[in-house]
Structure formats: C-alpha cells, structure tokens
T-cell receptor, first 114, second 111 residues
C-alpha cells in the first residue's frame, strides 16, 4: 500500500515564525503536491513537483515555498506565518500524471497560527 | 480557469434514504474522480470514470459521468451511518491531467 506520511498532525505556531511541514512517500512517485483545505473551498493547490529539485506554483503560492531535495520528500515552508494561513494542509503523491492517475494523500496537518 | 461546482455543500439525512451529489462544470475533463475523506484523514479514491455516459457501481454507490464529460453524479442508495464523510470530486484537465477539485459535500447519515 502507498503510504504518504506527514510529520505532524497538529501544529500551533506564532505569527511571524518560519514553519516547516514535511511529507514523505514510499512508492517512488514522481509527482508530489501540497494543498490547503478550508471549509467550503475544497482543496487548493499551493505547489507541486514532478521531479527532484523541480517545482511549479499552484493556485495559491503566495507566502509559501517548497523544497524537494530527494524524490520521496517534499517540504512546505511558510516563510513568515500569518493567521490567514491557519488551515488543514494535505500532502499528496501520484505516479506520472495521466487519465487514471490517483492521488494518494497523507493524513493532513492542522496548522493554527496565533 | 476550469471550475468544478459541487452540490449540495452539506447534506444531513436519515439512515435508509437515498441521495445524489452533483459535480458540474462548463469544461470538459478527460476523467472524473470521486474521493471520500473521513475526519482527521486525507481523501481516499473511490472511483475514476473516463468515458462519457459511463456508470460505475461500488456496492450502494453509483457514479455516472455525463455524456459530454462535463459533469458527474454520485448516488447513494439506502444510506448508512458508515457513509458519513466528506465527498470530493476531482476532474482531470484535458490539457495536462492536473486535478481540479470541487469544494466537497459534507454528508451526515443519522441512525
């Protein structure tokens, strides 16, 4: 079974802190994604990566950056956390994108910025 | 920009009732996926539909892809409390297969 593991289930950080969210997958997937999920807004794509050291902006990249130094690991960085970044963050991985591509998700990190 | 409108946003019904959730768009998708998410977990894929008019069944769940591949529906027959969760549809863009997500339907089935 594909396993996508996010480093924390719950995080509380202060405004202005630099925050690191880590994600590891064990299925050698090329693609990895970071989403944030807010009630009524669905999943919004922050960044994705289709290869090591490659990254592409999603729909809402402002205030975030990412790092993919190894194929299995994709990190999301909040450069200076703000209260409007309080949200559920979901990491996902998938094989090369195609019609039947399934996204496999981690359990999510609920981040609260105070 | 491709959009996928999902309705209803929230549904609370009694056990044994039937329900339908809709995903609609003005854009054509190469495929349409339905996911289910339980509290505290990430979404898990239920089904992928690819061909216009395609119908897939998963026990009491019936998924249909519109003839023009712009819309999809999820019908649950005789809903059970175990069906409770957030249901998400996601369309794969024709140009690059990136997933476009609906906002989700929060479903509560009361015993």
């Amino acid at each position: 079974d594909v396993k996508v593991t996010q480093s924390s289930r719950y995080l509380v950080k202060r405004t202005g802190e630099k925050v690191f969210l880590e994600c590891v997958q064990d299925m050698d997937h090329e693609n990895m994604f970071w989403y944030r999920q807010d009630p009524g807004l669905g999943l919004r794509l922050i960044y994705f990566s289709y290869d090591v050291k490659m990254k592409e902006k999603g729909d809402i990249p402002e205030g975030y950056s990412v790092s993919r130094e190894k194929k299995e690991r994709f990190s999301l960085i909040l450069e200076s956390a703000s209260t409007n970044q309080t949200s559920m963050y979901l990491c996902a991985s998938s094989p090369p994108t195609g019609i039947f591509t399934e996204a496999f998700f981690g359990q999510g990190t609920r981040l609260t910025v105070v | 920009t491709q959009l996928l409108e999902q309705s209803p946003q929230f549904l609370s019904i009694q056990e044994g009732e039937n329900l339908t959730v809709y995903c609609n768009s003005s854009s054509v998708f190469s495929s349409l996926q339905w996911y289910r998410q339980e509290p505290g977990e990430g979404p898990v894929l239920l089904v992928t539909v690819v061909t216009g008019g395609e119908v897939k069944k998963l026990k009491r769940l019936t998924f249909q892809f519109g003839d023009a591949r712009k819309d999809s529906s999820l019908h649950i027959t005789a809903a059970q409390p175990g069906d409770t969760g957030l249901y998400l549809c996601a369309g794969a863009s024709e140009s690059n297969y990136q997933l476009i997500w609906g906002a989700g339907t929060k479903l509560i089935i009361k015993p």
